[in-house]
């Protein structure tokens, strides 16, 4: 991208709210991977303004049970680890890798009583329990408080984390210092009642309807429908179902809930998802860290372009597009944008996160990962048809579309999701200064994208030492 001549000063100058009719303050999407996207991820990234997709592969009732648990969350400070004064050492630093916070609150009857962080267990047997190595030194705090002055607060007691609870003593969650800073830079994306927003997807198989109208109930706030190739007519059917689910939902209660639909690579699948019921249509097919597509079948198109045609046929019907794959950098996020993206969807690179579902896992050489897997592999596949018969099951698992597990690595600079947040964000900030464009719509269309030789792309990247 070639820079502007620019009036914006800062980058903080420039506002990311998403273009694509859902409006979230940042233009950032968690792909519904099973891997990846849970309630932990979907809180997570529903404080800093994004939006998660929980999976179509997790059961109606336990998405159901997940986004109440969403909705119920603060909106402002983080849902904390709880463990009891019981609960052994070795069981509290076991779920130190769900969240990135670092600390295990001790909960006693509703009520914070103690802190357990790593140094606490340095040295303790691992069946010790918990109230036996807790630090007591609680800072407690109102959850009516600035994020400033949870930050002094904390600066002025030396303490990592501040605990906030309700006028009864029972605890609300927990901010650390670099939340507060968050906190004061990032604004949530809430829903109309002001809880925390979540979507949830739906596939074009078995009880579309059904499962539509339970997640609307739910209070689901955007329904994505999804498929490996999005420009077929099953997907225009089921399209047409939800959409008919979605207005009588809308009719009863005046809430209306976006449809995502996808993926499409092409100016006509726009079109006619479009037509079928589709607000916005998810762009991407063979770009994903954990797709085949294009080396097993050559299908596909590069990711830019595909974006960039695709949003421009959006623009003209009034939909708009999300950029789904192909994201290894910030760079990634920005271009989509350029290309007129409204949000930007992130699946692998999320999954090596402290957040994402997976369990917290180590090799050989002490490096910790977590396990991700495409939602055409053989793994997603067997888990998808696991209502049907062996032998069903065994013949679906024969075509693989997609790597069925691969090591996601937590970088030990930016382990959370939160941590590439802030990564993307400057990035994407970034961008919009050197392109003059204080809103999406502008970076659109200012932005001057040029192709780029392999040579001039190596060029670009930084050096970690020194290259004598």
Not at 160 to 167: E, I, L, Q
Not at 316 to 330: E, L, N, Q, T
Not at 340 to 367: K, N, P, Q, Y
């Amino acid at each position: 991208m070639a820079p502007n001549r620019s009036a914006v000063a800062s980058r903080m100058d420039v506002d990311l709210t998403s273009s694509d009719g859902i409006g979230t303050p940042l233009p950032l999407v968690v792909a519904n991977m099973t891997a990846i996207s849970g309630r932990r991820m979907a809180e997570t990234i529903a404080r800093r303004g994004g939006i998660a997709v929980l999976p179509q592969d997790i059961p109606t009732d336990y998405v159901q049970k997940s986004i109440d648990r969403v909705k119920a969350a603060h909106t402002v400070f983080d849902t904390p680890v709880r463990v009891d004064p019981s609960t052994t050492v070795g069981e509290a630093m076991a779920l130190l890798g769900k969240r990135s916070h670092g600390v295990v609150i001790v909960v006693e009857d509703g009520r914070p009583v103690g802190v357990v962080s790593p140094s606490e267990a340095v040295g303790v047997d691992r069946f010790a329990q918990v109230h036996e190595v807790m630090t007591t030194d609680l800072t407690v705090v109102d959850p009516s408080l600035s994020p400033k002055e949870v930050f002094d607060t904390l600066s002025a007691h030396h303490q990592k984390v501040a605990v906030a609870t309700s006028p009864d003593g029972t605890l609300l969650g927990i901010m650390t210092s670099k939340a507060a800073l968050r906190a004061a830079l990032y604004s949530p994306a809430l829903d109309p009642s002001g809880h925390l927003m979540v979507g949830a997807a739906v596939g074009i198989n078995g009880d579309v309807a059904g499962r539509a109208e339970r997640l609307l109930h739910a209070r689901a706030d955007v329904l994505v429908l999804d498929t490996a190739h999005g420009h077929q007519e099953k997907m225009l059917d089921a399209l047409q179902v939800v959409q008919q689910v979605r207005d009588q939902f809308a009719a009863a209660t005046g809430r209306r809930v976006s449809l995502v639909a996808g993926n499409v690579v092409t100016p006509e699948a726009v079109h006619d998802l479009a037509e079928a019921g589709a607000d916005v249509l998810k762009v991407g097919v063979g770009p994903g860290a954990m797709c085949t597509t294009r080396m097993q079948t050559g299908v596909g198109r590069p990711q830019f372009s595909a974006v960039l045609d695709c949003a421009e046929a959006a623009r003209s019907i009034g939909r708009s597009v999300w950029a789904d794959g192909g994201v290894r950098h910030p760079r990634d996020v920005a271009l989509a944008l350029a290309a007129g993206a409204g949000s930007v969807m992130i699946g692998s690179w999320f999954a090596g996160t402290h957040e994402s579902t997976g369990a917290l896992l180590t090799d050989a050489s002490g490096r910790h990962y977590k396990e991700s897997f495409g939602m055409a592999s053989a793994r997603a596949v067997k888990s998808r048809t696991r209502q049907q018969s062996a032998f069903d099951r065994a013949r679906a698992a024969l075509f693989e579309e997609g790597i069925s597990s691969s090591k996601m690595y937590l970088d030990p600079s930016r382990p959370g999701v939160e941590d590439l947040v802030d990564w993307i964000t400057s990035g994407v900030r970034s961008a919009c200064t050197y392109a003059g464009a204080r809103t999406l719509p502008e970076f659109a269309e200012k932005a001057v994208v040029g192709v780029q030789s392999p040579s001039g792309y190596d060029e670009g990247r930084p050096l970690a030492q020194s290259w004598q």
